[in-house]
């Protein structure tokens, strides 16, 4: 019974970790038409800039000041990188993401090593918050909960309740005549780039600490930011969260699952063969992602709630 | 004589090698109507996006004394210059309310008309206020369109082919719109096939054939011109 409650707690956190990360992504995909190959690497650059503003300060103030420093960063790039190279076309935009992911993942070696840096939970929060059934639950994962919620709340009510969100909305599907109507288009989508790169540098704030902080964290979470991303449906924040939660919780689940092949053929009365047997559901836990991406792209290429196809 | 509020001086558009405008010539008074007619293809829509910044100009456009070719479109607007497209671009997911606010430029600045008073002179819109816009009808939309533009407060308007694909009541109702806009004091550059339409409102109607103004002249002269609607604009 516990771990069916603290599966479903951890699911539902993982999964609004995912959210944070490719809400911005999937923002980002309807403004240039194109997936953002370096957004898991802003992601990885709010860890690092966390790990080192805590070092010097705490981890409360590096918890505002490192997504709007990525945030900082992300918007430099749209304005004097992608900006010009948007002219050339979306295969000129997609090997600039690919360059600029691979630039920062250098970057990051070069600065920090290339092993993982002692990023950890603040000591405020690091208690355990109620006991259930004998276990114990970490109080930083229910921080990571309520930070998660608070985004997504603020999220909503700025893109759907204030003029600026609706300009936003707007612009992402009419731009041209969002700008024929006095609103700065260009200054608009430096401002989307940018927040979508804060609030994936949010994520790697508050995920650093919580899962690893090292050189490998991008390229081991963009794979999977870009298939909530497709899954959802390119382009649509209410997917890409269903998708978020969707693996969130079947990963999560799937890793708390003791059984092995051997005891599903013992339970179908087949006879175990050794080495099939031997395989875990555990261990297939990292292939769910990808499997959903081929799956949605055979039989639903829009995603789950997404408009045009890829 | 008062200076002309909009002049368009030897104006060239290009689509990638096609040279789609080859020097057009314009000039409007503030407050005044033209009519822009032509056959299908002429480039009159053209002539309006490369106004609006939205197709590269070459040429020179010279809006209340400044000039605005290789402007941004959101300075060109903020300039007073206001566009409805030929592809209407409402906002579907959102309300006609909501489209309208996104019409206002500046929150600070109020303009000719609020929100309430638009959805007063507009029963239609104002008994859908709070719909999605995606819902209306073709007349509503194009109505909202040119609405919403007018929350932005422009002293010239460019509207293209606004009755297009509309039933004939409709179309009626959207001459009396944009003149009751000219009355407003508002300058207008209609871009328009029905003839009925555009001679009712124009004070002056411009002709384009092959991306150049073929013709210039009051509707009173046009009317007696068989030739020039026999060469330009008959199919
Ligand atoms: N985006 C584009 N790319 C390439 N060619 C275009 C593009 N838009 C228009 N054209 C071409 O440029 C010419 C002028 O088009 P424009 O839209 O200005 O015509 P128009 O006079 O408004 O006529 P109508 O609205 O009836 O089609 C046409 O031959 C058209 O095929
Ligand atoms: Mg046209």
């Known amino acids: 019974m516990e771990t069916i409650v603290f599966s479903l707690l951890n699911g539902v956190i993982y999964g609004l970790l995912l959210f944070m990360l490719s809400s911005g992504l999937t923002l980002i995909f309807s403004m240039m038409g194109v997936l953002n190959f370096a957004h898991a690497s802003f992601y990885m650059l709010g860890a690092y800039f966390a790990y080192s503003i805590a070092g010097v300060t705490n981890f409360w103030i590096a918890l505002i000041l490192a997504p709007v420093l990525v945030g900082l960063v992300g918007a430099a790039v ?50 355990p918050m109620f006991e259930l059934f004998g276990a114990q639950y970490p109080a930083y994962r229910v921080f990571i909960l309520l930070v998660s919620v608070g985004m997504l709340a603020a999220l909503w009510f700025i893109l759907n309740r204030t003029r600026a969100g609706l300009i936003i909305q707007a612009a992402l599907t009419h731009p041209h005549m ?55 449906g390119l382009g649509s924040l209410t997917g890409a969260f269903l998708a978020a939660m969707l693996l969130g919780l079947m990963q999560t689940f799937a890793v708390g699952i003791d059984a092995s ?48 196809e890829l | ?30 407050g005044e109507v033209i009519a822009l007619l032509g056959r299908n293809g002429v480039g009159r829509s053209t002539t309006a ?36 497209p030929e592809s209407r671009d409402i906002f579907p997911m959102m309300t006609v309310r909501e489209n309208l606010i996104l019409g206002i430029k500046d929150m600070k600045k109020p303009g000719r008309w609020t929100i309430e008073e638009m959805l007063e002179m507009f029963p239609n819109l104002k008994e859908r206020a709070d719909n999605l816009a995606g819902v209306l009808s073709g007349g509503e939309k194009q109505m909202l369109t040119m609405c919403r533009t007018l929350m932005g ?63 210039e002249g009051t509707p009173e002269d046009f009317k007696t011109r068989a030739d020039i609607r026999k060469e330009w604009l008959e199919v």
């Open chain 1, 261 to 308: 092949f051997a005891d599903i053929f013992g339970w179908l009365g087949l006879s175990a063969t050794s080495e099939l047997g031997g395989i875990t559901i555990a261990s297939l836990a990292p292939m769910i992602p990808f499997l959903m991406l081929v799956l949605i792209l055979m039989v639903r290429p829009r995603g789950l709630m997404g408009d045009r």
């Open chain 2, 49 to 84: 996006k490369a106004i609006m910044g939205e197709v590269p100009p070459k040429g020179e456009i010279t809006f209340k004394g400044q000039r605005i070719d290789g402007l941004e479109s959101y300075r060109i607007a903020h300039l007073g210059l206001g566009y409805v």
């Open chain 2, 153 to 215: 407060n422009p002293d010239l308007i460019i509207i293209d082919e606004p009755t297009e694909g509309l039933a004939p009541k409709i179309v009626q109702q959207v001459g009396d719109m944009i003149a009751d806009i000219a009355r407003a004091g508002v300058a207008i550059l209609l871009v328009e096939q029905k003839l009925s339409i555009a001679l009712r409102i124009a004070a002056r109607v411009y002709v384009m054939g092959h991306g150049e103004i073929v013709y």
């Open chain 1, 178 to 232: 969002v700008g024929h109507l006095g609103h700065n288009v260009p200054r608009i989508f430096m401002s989307v780039f940018g927040a979508g790169c804060a609030l994936a540098g949010l994520a790697g704030v508050i995920g650093g600490n919580y899962l690893v902080t090292d050189p490998a964290m991008a390229v081991q979470m963009g794979p999977i930011v870009f298939v909530v991303v497709v899954v959802g």
């Open chain 2, 1 to 30: 004589m008062t200076e002309p509020m909009l002049t368009v001086k030897d104006l060239h558009a290009f689509y990638g090698k096609s040279h789609v405008l080859r020097g057009v010539h314009m000039e409007i008074m503030p």
């Open chain 1, 78 to 127: 749209e304005k004097w990188g992608l900006r010009s190279v948007h002219a050339n076309g979306h295969v000129a935009e997609l090997l600039f993401t690919f360059g600029l992911a691979y630039l920062i993942d250098e970057v990051v070696k070069i600065i920090w090593g290339r092993n993982a840096v002692d990023y950890r939970v603040p000591e405020l929060l690091d208690f």
